[in-house]
């Protein structure tokens, strides 16, 4: 089972900084926070991830929280192409098989 | 770089019959990985291969699917006979080694099952 929860379904207007938030109370201390994210017909695509630093590359901002129970993926300028299904991943480093145990993620739809 | 290829896009069969997908993984990727992702929930892992060994396949319904990575490169998934809960997209992925790497998904083969 997923160890993250988000939420269902987002609106984010064009142009407009999206927040995506992601629970993960009972992520360990070994434990990743990944994020990916699919849009339609297509496989899902790698967006960051972090450990307990903020950490930001081309696409996005992830944001955990102290206690990192919690963390936010910000897009800071969102466009149309943007809209997808985003999944929120806990990760145990070196874990023998790497696998990603997706949950049903948050559908993020940019307005224009 | 040329990313992982999968084929075919599309399939449509009755029930009790068999199909195979195909998946080609970006080039020096040791590890592969079939997803099974049905409408409106997220992907689930079915089985994954460290060159040409099982790594993980514990999540694989052995009395109907099966999967071969021959040579340690390309890898076929095959289902037989199908059922109609086997409707679903299927996902190949694929990373450099196992750890913390990458994984990147081919675009998928969507099945229906009638």
């Known amino acids: 089972d997923a160890k993250t929860t988000q939420p269902p379904s987002m609106d984010c207007a064009e142009g407009r900084a999206a927040n995506l938030p992601c629970n993960h109370s009972t992520i360990s201390g070994n434990e990743y926070v990944y994020w990916y994210r699919q849009i339609h017909s297509q496989g899902p695509q790698y967006i960051i991830h972090?450990?307990?630093n903020n950490e930001t590359n081309e696409m996005a901002s992830l944001i955990i929280t102290e206690d990192r129970k919690s963390s936010t993926l910000i897009l800071p300028h969102a466009t149309l192409r943007d809209t997808a299904v985003y999944y929120c991943?806990?990760?145990?480093?070196?874990?023998?098989?790497?696998?990603?145990?997706f949950g049903t993620g948050t559908l993020l739809a940019v307005q224009p | 770089e040329a990313g992982v290829a999968q084929s075919p896009r599309y399939k449509i069969i009755e029930k009790r019959q068999s199909v195979a997908f195909w998946c080609n993984p970006i080039?020096?990727?040791?590890?592969l990985y079939w997803y099974q992702q049905i409408l409106g929930q997220g992907p689930k892992l079915l089985i994954q291969?460290?060159?040409?060994?099982?790594?993980?396949d514990s999540q694989l319904p052995k009395d109907r699917f099966s999967a071969e990575r021959l040579k340690g490169v390309d890898s076929t998934l095959k289902i037989q006979p199908a059922k109609l809960e086997d409707s679903a997209v299927y996902l190949c992925?694929?990373?450099?080694?196992?750890?913390?790497?990458?994984?990147?998904f081919g675009p998928g083969t969507r099945l229906l099952v009638l």
């Open positions: 080039s020096g990727h040791a590890t």
């Open positions: 972090g450990l307990k």
């Open positions: 291969f460290q060159n040409n060994g099982v790594v993980d």
């Open positions: 992925a694929s990373s450099l080694v196992r750890g913390m790497e990458t994984q990147y």
């Open positions: 991943i806990v990760r145990v480093y070196g874990g023998a098989t790497n696998k990603l145990i």
